[in-house]
């Protein structure tokens, strides 16, 4: 975001994971394996080598028809997945860094939480 000319300090990371499970809403879905509007989907076939040095897959299609909106990803549901594949990439969309919008009257100097606040925070 920073090479598309947003200042750095209009931006705080937040990663997430296994501690906060991603609920696969319908936005998420329909970017994913519908597109939208402009762009096609932005998943695609998925493959990955375990730790243990095992290659697994799942396809676009797979994915499309596993991965549903409501879906929670969460341990015991990435678990129940019928395939190290599927398991490995509710993984990949779990770990993930999200952004949103904290505020709109952003001013150069500022930082993220606003005029005047403390940084380290």
């Not at 949103?100 to 380290?120: F, H, M, N």
Request: proline share 2%; aromatic share 8%.
């Amino acid at each position: 975001m920073i090479s598309k000319g947003i200042s750095e300090n209009r931006m705080i990371a937040k990663g997430y994971g296994e501690d906060a499970p991603k609920e696969l809403d319908s936005a998420y879905v329909q970017k994913a394996f519908f597109g939208d509007g402009e762009k096609g989907p932005t998943a695609t076939n998925y493959s990955t080598t375990t730790k243990r040095g095992k290659l697994v897959s799942a396809s676009f299609d797979e994915q499309k028809n596993t991965f549903v909106v409501g879906m929670k990803l969460d341990e015991s549901t990435i678990n129940s997945l019928s395939s190290e594949g599927f398991q490995e990439c509710a993984h990949q969309m779990n770990r993930r860094t999200e952004f949103k919008v904290l505020r709109t009257d952003y001013k150069s100097g500022e930082t993220a939480q606003g005029p005047g606040a403390d940084s380290d925070k």
